[in-house]
C-alpha cells in the first residue's frame, strides 16, 4: 500500500516562499508518478505540477509557471515543490497524489489513486 505524508505548510506573506514535502512509502519513487494539486475553499481541486518517474520530466499548471518547482529525492523517496513569489490566490490545501506505475506527466485528478491528507498553504499580509 502506497502512503503520501505532505509538510511544509504554513502561513506566508505575499512575495514570500515555502517548500512542500511529500514523503512516499510503501513503494519506491522509481514506480511511481507523482503529482502535486491544490484546492481552495468553494473551488475544484486542480493540478498544480507534476514529474514523470521515467526521465524526470516536469510540467506546471499556466498558473504557477515560473514560481513553482517540483523535484525528487529518490535516496530520501520524497518530493518536493518549491513555491516562490507566492500570491494570495496561491492560498488552498496541497495534495500530493501518485499512481504506480505512471510513466507520464499528468495534472487529471483521475489519473493518480494515491492521495496524501494534504497541508494547508495561507498567503496573506
Known amino acids: 500500500q502506497v502512503q503520501l505524508v505532505e509538510s511544509g505548510g504554513g502561513v506566508v506573506q505575499p512575495g514570500g516562499s515555502l517548500r512542500l514535502s511529500c514523503a512516499a512509502s510503501?513503494?519506491?519513487?522509481?514506480?511511481?508518478?507523482i503529482a502535486w494539486f491544490r484546492q481552495a475553499p468553494g473551488k475544484e481541486r486542480e493540478g498544480v505540477s507534476c514529474?514523470?518517474?521515467?526521465?524526470?520530466?516536469?510540467y506546471n499548471a499556466d498558473s504557477v509557471k515560473g514560481r513553482f518547482t517540483i523535484s525528487r529525492d529518490s535516496a530520501k523517496n520524497t518530493v518536493y515543490l518549491q513555491m516562490n513569489s507566492l500570491k494570495p490566490e496561491d492560498t488552498a490545501v496541497y495534495y500530493c497524489?501518485?499512481?504506480?506505475?505512471?510513466?507520464?506527466?499528468?495534472?487529471?485528478?483521475?489519473?493518480?489513486?494515491?492521495w496524501g491528507q494534504g497541508t494547508q498553504v495561507t498567503v496573506s499580509s
Open positions: 510503501g513503494l519506491s519513487l522509481d514506480y511511481l508518478g
Open positions: 514529474i514523470s518517474r521515467v526521465d524526470g520530466t516536469t
Open positions: 497524489a501518485a499512481q504506480r506505475w505512471f510513466s507520464v506527466c499528468s495534472l487529471r485528478r483521475d489519473s493518480y489513486s494515491y
